[in-house]
């Protein structure tokens, strides 16, 4: 960590303060690919909470604070607030402790199962309550994400690429989808290994989420796409799969348009991701997100090939040259 990650935002002891936690310690955590930095704070009694700082105007606080106060009117484990400032960017909220989901499982693979399907219960409950009141996940709000890949990725790589044409095929493979989603339901849009916590430190406990601030209504299938089509973490296909017909089993989804909208939703997050990735690259100087592109394209061209998904497959043979699929989307530069 560099020395300005160390060092503490101005304002920090004086929220702590008026939070009645002035006379806590303060420990950094190493950040990640946002502008959000977190805290995590003690006192001497030995009571631990998280302090988040995520200042206007790169960052808003607020959407955490209104998905969280939904979460728990809806019996779903988030972290209580315990104080909050969101106009300065402040929020103290529970420690979660450190038994990440994806951490965990790297020191006791034996257990993938038993945890893959907790959390997959727990979308299943999800599902079963009524939409939150959050944005549609709409036609323009998928448009504009795997507009990321063009405008990032191609740009990178220097290719000259037919938008207007991706924008059409797009249309086409999502217009039923969308149709399909209906009224939809909470969608927490960064439902994966890294966001979910352990904490009873082993599967059989209470899974808790985390990052759920971008909450929109959508589709059911987008989050069950986002556990098992991890940008981070390698599934084995063979268990993914195992896991789809969990999920389906336990939410009653046995129709084949289900997986058609997952596979779409698939190639969606996925080309979202390597345009988010190369961005996080170019812009923000963040190269560790380089090595994770490989990964999320060798799903994406699993995704294509799903029959759902023709327009977009044709689309890509015709502007990605074989020989950066081949290289699962070559080298950015």
Do not use: C
Not at 99 to 124: F, G, K, T
Not at 242 to 248: F, G, N, P, Q
Not at 272 to 281: E, H, N, P, S
Request: net charge negative.
């Amino acid at each position: 960590m560099t020395d300005s990650a160390r060092e503490l935002p101005e304002g920090l002891h004086d929220f702590l303060g008026r939070a009645g936690w002035g006379e806590a310690a303060v420990d950094v955590i190493p950040g990640d690919a946002s502008f959000r930095r977190y805290f995590r704070i003690a006192r001497p009694s030995g009571d631990k909470a998280m302090l988040m700082h995520a200042p206007p105007p790169r960052e808003n606080p607020a959407p955490f604070l209104n998905v969280a106060q939904w979460l728990h009117a809806h019996q779903m484990r988030a972290p209580k607030i315990y104080a909050s400032e969101p106009e300065a960017g402040w929020v103290l909220l529970e420690d979660f402790g450190n038994d990440r989901m994806r951490d965990w499982l790297d020191a006791h693979p034996e257990a993938e199962e038993d945890a893959y399907r907790a959390a997959i219960d727990a979308l299943v409950e999800l599902h079963r309550r009524p939409a939150g009141p959050f944005s549609a996940y709409d036609m323009d709000a998928y448009l504009h994400e795997v507009h990321l890949l063009p405008q990032w990725y191609a740009d990178a790589q220097g290719l000259d690429v037919d938008t207007v044409g991706y924008e059409a095929a797009w249309r086409e493979v999502l217009a039923p989808l969308i149709d399909r989603q209906g009224a939809g339901v909470t969608v927490l849009r960064d439902y994966h290994a890294e966001n979910i916590m352990l904490l009873g430190g082993s599967p059989a406990a209470p899974q808790g989420i985390i990052d759920f601030q971008d909450a929109l209504v959508g589709h059911r299938a987008y989050d069950l796409v986002s556990l098992l089509q991890d940008a981070r973490r390698d599934v084995d296909q063979n268990f993914a799969t195992r896991m789809l017909e969990y999920y389906r089993h336990q939410a009653g989804e046995d129709g084949e348009d289900f997986l058609a909208d997952y596979a779409a939703l698939g190639a969606q997050r996925n080309a979202k991701i390597v345009g988010i990735f190369t961005r996080l690259f170019k812009r923000d100087e963040k190269p560790r997100y380089l090595g994770m592109i490989p990964r999320v394209w060798g799903l994406l061209e699993q995704d294509l090939e799903h029959p759902a998904l023709g327009p977009v497959a044709d689309w890509f043979d015709a502007n990605i040259p074989e020989e950066l699929r081949a290289r699962g989307g070559g080298t950015i530069a």
